[in-house]
């Protein structure tokens, strides 16, 4: 059935659509730099090779692949821990959407939900020990927000959302006027 009414333009948004009400940027708490990574895998490897290099010269050659073995484990673990510690959660709220962009040093995932289906759930972990995880949820699907976090950050950032979300726009009433007091 068709809509009867006041024609409308493809694309065209209320005053409030676009309007920021917050944001929150969500990182990991990450304390390797990538160049104290590298002067760590520098002086580890500067450390191990000479070593190895002293055994190599005294005949005991085999040392030398395990210590190059060793240094490209170190090095690759190095490598995730950089790049984890990069990991960022962007959550942008505005007046008729939610708008989650997460990456590690690019956006890799955006996804945009309605506000008003918008809810948030946290959920208890499964296990003791283990994190829980905070949901926003829309239309059977959910999204995971605040992974990196420890459990009272993970509520503080709940309880922040909660309030971006229920937030009234500007120029919105927030009350219903009594209409038996309108013309006393």
């Not at 992974?147 to 959302?161: D, F, G, I, N, P």
């Not at 500007?170 to 009350?175: C, H, P, R, S």
Request: proline share 5%.
């Amino acid at each position: 059935m068709r809509r009867r009414g006041r024609p409308r333009e493809v694309g065209a948004v209320s005053e409030h659509s676009h309007r920021l009400l917050g944001h929150v940027l969500v990182s990991a708490n990450a304390s390797l730099t990538p160049g104290a990574a590298a002067l760590f895998f520098g002086v580890t490897a500067a450390a191990s090779l000479g070593f190895a290099g002293v055994l190599a010269a005294k005949g005991f050659w085999p040392v030398l692949p395990f210590a190059g073995v060793e240094l490209f484990a170190l090095g690759v673990a190095l490598g995730v821990t950089v790049r984890r510690g990069r990991y960022r959660e962007f959550v942008s709220v505005y007046g008729d959407r939610i708008v989650i962009e997460k990456g590690t040093g690019r956006v890799e995932e955006r996804v945009e939900i309605p506000r008003a289906w918008a809810r948030l759930e946290l959920q208890p972990a499964r296990w003791r020990g283990h994190p829980g995880r905070l949901l926003l949820r829309c239309h059977g699907k959910s999204w995971e927000v605040g992974a990196v976090l420890t459990e009272t950050e993970r509520e503080s950032l709940r309880r922040r959302l909660a309030e971006l979300i229920a937030a009234p726009l500007a120029g919105q009433a927030t009350e219903v006027p009594d209409a038996t007091n309108v013309n006393d």
